[in-house]
């Protein structure tokens, strides 16, 4: 679990750098993640471990699909979720996503633009409902604006499991 903390620390350099995560970080996290459930639970490991990634990825991956997360972010999340026990996922899952609400929320406060995220996101859920699903729209807002980087909220709440909190 210690060199996945520092896999997923240097995902957060580049992602909160480059805003983008690298490939062959998140392949070399997959790969620690096979082995080290390979090791502790045989041939069984690898379907654990692909299982738990598929239950994360696979919802999060229509997410992408509109444009809402990308798609390290959608990686990340279900590499991490392949290392932990199978009961956790599900915990892990909100409390990242918890963390990057609170998260969006201050950003949101402190550039004082909540009220226009809010009519945006309004316009955007009325288009959905009438025309059906799209590309979360962008236009006009400036995306270092608008999104947040969600490797900080995977590494925080898998801090918070390793340190007992759940």
């Known amino acids: 679990m210690a060199a996945l ?5 240097a995902a957060c350099l580049y992602d909160y750098r480059k805003k983008k995560i690298p490939n062959p970080l998140s ?7 096979v ?3 390979c090791r502790a639970e045989g041939a069984a ?6 299982g738990q990634a598929a239950m994360v990825m696979v919802p999060l991956y229509l997410l992408y699909r509109i444009g809402v997360v990308g798609a390290g972010d ?21 409390v990242s996503l918890l963390i990057a609400a609170i998260l969006s ?3 949101l406060l402190s550039q004082n633009n909540l009220e226009k995220r809010l009519r945006h996101l309004a316009g955007y859920v009325s288009r959905t409902v009438q025309k059906g699903w799209e590309l979360y729209p962008e236009s006009g807002l400036e995306l270092a604006e608008a999104g947040i980087r ?6 925080a709440s898998l801090l918070l499991y390793l340190g007992g909190v759940y």
Do not use: D, E
Request: proline share 4%; with cysteine; hydrophobic share 65%.
């Open 5 to 9: 903390c520092v896999l997923l620390a």
């Open 35 to 37: 082995g080290w459930r």
């Open 150 to 155: 969600l490797s900080g909220p995977i590494l």
């Open 45 to 50: 490991g690898l379907l654990f471990f692909l």
């Open 105 to 107: 929320l201050l950003k």
């Open 27 to 33: 392949a070399a996290a997959f790969f620690l993640g």
């Open 74 to 94: 959608v990686k990340l999340f279900g590499i991490t979720a392949g290392f932990l026990p199978f009961k956790k996922v599900k915990i892990f899952l909100f």
